[in-house]
């Protein structure tokens, strides 16, 4: 994601939270991937959408 930085903490608590949305997100959808590398995926598409969501917001 391009964006500006707005520092290491904040990207920190944007992933973390990413990760916990992703599992709700895809939970809704009735995505379910199993194991660890399904947890990191899930985290990932997560923290991608906030991070999307949050540069959409600061413009």
């Known amino acids: 994601m391009k964006h500006e930085?707005?520092?290491c903490l904040i990207d920190l608590l944007l992933g973390i939270v990413?990760?916990?949305?992703?599992g709700h997100v895809l939970?809704?959808?009735?995505?379910s991937?199993?194991?660890l590398v399904?947890?990191?995926g899930t985290a990932i598409v997560g923290a991608v959408l906030l991070?999307?969501?949050w540069s959409?917001?600061?413009k």
């Open 51 to 53: 991070l999307w969501i």
């Open 18 to 22: 990413g990760g916990w949305l992703g």
């Open 33 to 35: 991937w199993g194991g």
């Open 38 to 40: 399904g947890e990191i």
């Open 27 to 31: 939970g809704w959808l009735g995505v």
């Open 5 to 7: 930085g707005q520092g």
């Open 56 to 58: 959409l917001i600061r």
